[in-house]
Structure formats: C-alpha cells, structure tokens
C-alpha cells in the first residue's frame, strides 16, 4: 500500500476509534474515572484524526514537513487514545505511562506544521 494511502488510513482508524470510544464512554460506563479516560482518548484522538486529514491538504500546497506532521498525528493518536482505552477497559493503570508518548509525538506534529510555515518549506512558491 502506498504511503499517502496508508497515512489516510491511519487518520480514519484514528477518527473511527475516537467516535467509537466516546460513544461508549457516554452510554455504556458509569464510573466517572473510566469515562473521563475514554473522553479524554477520544477528544484528542479525533481532533488528531481531522489534523492528519488536514496535512493531505497541507502536502497538496507543497508544505514540505506536511507528511511528516501526517504521520505524527496518526501515531500519536493511536498511541494516546489507544494507551487511555485500554487503561480504561483492563484496569491496568501502566497503560497510563505510555500516554505521554502519543501526547508527544501529537506535539511534534503541530510542531512540523509550525516549522513548514514559518520557514517557507515549500515545494512551490505557494
């Protein structure tokens, strides 16, 4: 599968866990701590899921660090989300030290987009 095709994939797993995961944050759990870490995952992830649609757009006007940005924000979302929902389902509050990775690396990203913009990374002369 080719990159671009992969990236946009991760973006809509991200955007389907995410929906998925507030949904049954909302109507299926009652403990208040559970349903803040599935909302929580699924705010970020999916805020993170439309940035990784956003940077196809980005790459198409030929800022340069858009692909990578793409990419940080894909596995950056399923890390963070993924790290809180499974917290959320097993109990298993080590999950919870893996978090910051994805938070991190969903930094990163918007960092790349920063930098693509403020130093005129572009291919063109968009």
Known sequence: M?????????????GLMAVAAGAFGAHAINDPEVKDWLRTGAQ???VHAVAGLACFGFMRMAIVPAG?????????GLVFGGSLYLMALTGVRLFGAVTPIGGLLMILGWIAIIWGVVAGSFATGV
């Open 44 to 46: 970020y992830q999916l």
């Open 2 to 14: 080719e990159t671009t095709r992969f990236w946009l994939l991760l973006a809509g797993l991200n």
């Open 68 to 76: 990578a940005a793409g990419w940080l924000f894909g596995l950056g």
